[in-house]
């Protein structure tokens, strides 16, 4: 069977270096124009942040039923961000797909930057953030240590362990690619890829331990993507909340988070492939398999969608049943709805060859599946808190400009990191682009 | 072709017995005074080989649809299983008249007027019968499609495939909350679809994995199957078995931990008392732990003997699996398992063992 | 002086060329050499072979290590002092689980790290042994012979682009070695 070829036909070992290094020259106008917005997108988080801190919780719309609000939904929402790039580097590597060379690079640094958005948002929900080392497991002034039977202390090691190991993997991964970036320039920032590079020759002993290693990062990814979904959605589902008290929480939320983290390597891929041009590197090809992903993930969701609902009319507990109708019809239900049309209908035009081989619909569509995705999760947890078991405690939840002005500071700071971190640092792989051309060229067996 | 030994050339002989002698245990065992007991094995081995079958045709669509390159011999082996669709059909068709016996909504457990617009007999079987009826037909058409897209070229279908896959999804989310989770008429687990379409395809793997193994000496083509092939499917199984025990968790963990009686009721019987603990613990060490950790070493994938060991337990481990699925429900106290039950299984064996060899007969593998 | 070693860089553009004179080198045993390329190349692995790298055995202990620590940490903590929450046994082996797979994978991560670095002989300063071309589109051979040789070694590597020689001040100046 012939082999696809995902970059542009003409491409050469010798140019990828060119390519890849071009972004690193000269940034243009735009890209100023942008920092600068990104800056100030930061700067009026931290503002709510600060607002926050010094008058206390109450500036946020959260009340007593619904104590989870946006922050939440942000946590999940960032961390769901997340797995796309663990999906595409590391379970995409064992399966040996060629495509996630040249885009692999571009999603690990999501996960790292959106792992970091989403660990702070939980501290910021503490209210009291000079506290947060609570979180850490060390017994208190009572001799009592954390509660290791609280899910939401799994969540603590999770996300910990989540943030390490993608950043090992990320920086890993970069070693080669720095060797050349430190071999490119000099002085300082020589020096500085030096660090990175931590001396990298390229030996074959070299590349003989770095494959194995890389392979073994990939082993320990993959199932780690898979748990940290997991012990986030049970935060929800080990209550017995009706709404979130459901088994089908963790495939669920696995798959909705690689869904909306697909989604937002096409949103990202698109303008940045533009404004670096690396049209050649990242072909349309890879679009196509980025919304291949989508789609499948998407039908899971809308397979965990009506599963839920089916099952809630089935299993005949009042509660449950409530608990649905008010989520589709409730006071959120247009947001329910906005939900199922961006998650569950819009990516099913993606069966259409026209539409997956569109660039532009597909951006189009990658930004309101992001949209819906955080809704989702709005949905799920603030639909459920707002009826609880007992009517006289139901209640209604309003973010206020705190907890937007929050939000976008963390959407400023994801793309502040993300955009340095292109402007700095090869947003491509080089070395595995090169492998990869040159046993196309040599016709040596891949792999 | 080869068919150099003994039970090989007599195989058919041998399994029309088999399954003469199951015909007469499940006559005996109907009209016995507690006819529960022979439909219970009989459910479990209905399901467990129609799973099995029904696994090959999605393992060469979902080959198709990644455009694997390893599987293109192994997609043959993987396609004559679905030979015993047809045969499961007519099994499935036999079950109504065991219907009362199985579904203990029908007489024994009073359930909800509105459960009861769901949980009928005749709602059940209509859409049971056209859900596996259409994968069935999807099934045979996708084969034949495939086949002759790999002979005379031409256009693959993929597009079938996908509608396979969605279709296999949907109907056998409907078959396990049917057959399975209607059994415990009050109990509800959201994840039993997919935990159960998982668990077949699973044990579909560990046929495909011993067809190819055994079936080298006897019936294919001796290099057939490169070592590489091995360590491909080898992956697959070390990976669903993975997945399938993170699927099984997912549903422990969130109702172990919730602990609504309604839902434990369920978890408890199988985790918590005997019999059922003692044989919950089986199925997971034969179909995960030793699985899990005689594939995690790469000579474990690639040695034939050794992956072939794997896929008997596999094999194995999911029978007990799909037992304590469905027999706690129907028998809470007691774990049936003597003469008849074993002679039911074979004969089961014996349909599946005879569908396939016409099928191999009709299309050796090339 | 016959003992004196040279070190040689040869580089080349060409790939065939390389190979070539890879297939001349490899086959003597004695000669401690450095392939370096900008990227893993299968025909150096195939003509020069090696044992599995010793990086997995870093990540299986790494791994068994924080497995252990994930259930004897909460274990600890719980008996230190037993309080029991949400209606759960003391030692809720349950939810250590989680915490035990987290740490699994957390110390296997750490521990491959180590075990490139120490394999890889990581993170090192002196690149002298090195040429800035290797991480373009160059490949190429470092490897230090003794004197006399020299002119054998530069008649196999005769369809060098370049080849770069100097003298080592020490006679035990082992280059090829250091990344082992």
Sequence with gaps: MSKENYFAPDLIVDQVNAQVLEPLKKPSKLFYVMIALFISFILFGAYCLYTQIFEGLGVAGMNNPIAWGIYLTNFVFWVGIAHSGTLISAILFLFRSRWRTSVNRIAEAMTVFAVTMAGLFPLIHLGRIWFAYWLLPYPNARHLWVNFRSPLNWDVFAVVTYMTVSTLFFIVGMMPDMAVLRDRFKGIRSKIYGVFAMGWRGTHRQWHHYETAYLLFAALATPLVISVHSIVSWDFAMSSLPGWHSTIFAPYFVSGAIFSGCAMVITILYPLRKFFHLEDLITEKHFTRISQMMLLTSLIVTYSYLTEFFIAWYGHNIFEQESFYNRAFGYYGIYFFMMFVFNSILPLGIFFKKIRTNIKVLFVISILVNVGMWLERFVIIITSLSRDYDPYAWGIYKPTYIEWGIFLGSVGGFLLLFFSFAKFAPVVAISEVKGQIHHDKTGGDHE | ?366 | MNNANVRIKAIYNNYEAFINALKVLSSKKELDMDVISPMPLHDVEKLIPQKPSGVRWFTFFGGILGLIIGFAFPIYTVLDWPLITGGKPVVTIQAFIIIAFELLILFGAAFTLLGLLFHARLPRQNLSNYDVRFSGNSFGFVFSVPERKINEMKNILQDADDIITDKLSTESGRIGNESR
């Design chain 2, 1 to 366: 072709m080869k068919a150099d030994n003994v039970l090989v050339k007599n195989i058919r002989i041998i399994v029309a017995l088999f399954i003469l002698i199951a015909v007469v245990f499940v006559i005996i065992g109907a009209s016995s005074e507690e006819p529960t007991r022979m439909w219970q094995i009989y459910l479990i081995n209905f399901l467990l080989w129609t799973g099995i079958a029904q696994a090959g045709a999605v393992f060469s669509a979902i080959l198709e649809l990644t455009n694997a390159e390893w599987g293109h011999r192994m997609q043959q082996v993987a396609e004559s299983q679905i030979s015993f669709l047809p045969a499961s059909l007519t099994l499935l068709l036999i079950m109504i008249v065991g219907a009362e016996y199985i579904f203990p909504w029908v007489s024994q457990v009073s359930i909800p007027e509105q459960k009861a617009l769901y949980l009928n007999l005749p709602f059940l079987f209509s859409r049971s019968i056209i859900g596996l009826g259409l994968l069935t037909i999807l099934s045979f058409v996708f084969v034949k499609k495939r086949r002759k897209a790999d002979d005379q070229g031409g256009g693959r279908p993929r597009k079938l495939a996908v509608v396979l896959l969605l279709t296999y999804a949907l109907v056998y989310t409907v078959v396990s909350f049917d057959f399975i989770m209607s059994l415990s008429p009050h109990w509800y687990s959201t994840i039993m679809g997919m935990h159960f379409f998982t668990a077949c395809f699973y044990t579909g793997l560990s046929l495909i994995i011993i067809m190819a193994v055994f079936g080298r000496t006897h019936i294919f083509p001796t290099d057939f199957m490169t070592e590489r092939d091995f360590h491909d499917i080898g992956k697959l199984t070390f990976g669903f078995s993975i997945f399938w025990m993170s699927l099984l968790w997912s549903q422990y963990l969130v109702i172990w931990y919730g602990n609504i009686p309604e839902e434990t009721e369920y978890l408890h019987l199988r985790f918590y008392e005997q019999p059922w603990s003692a044989l919950t613990w089986t199925f997971i060490l034969l179909a995960f732990i030793l699985p899990f950790l005689i594939l995690l070493n790469r000579k474990g994938k690639t040695t034939q003997l050794v992956i072939g060991i794997v896929g008997f337990l596999i094999l194995i481990g999911s029978f007990v699996h799909m037992y304590v699925l469905v027999a706690p429900s129907l028998s809470p106290h007691h774990a049936y398992f003597g003469v008849p039950e074993i002679f039911i299984s074979l004969g089961f064996l014996g349909m599946f063992v005879l569908t396939q060899d016409i099928w191999l007969k009709a299309r050796p593998v090339q």
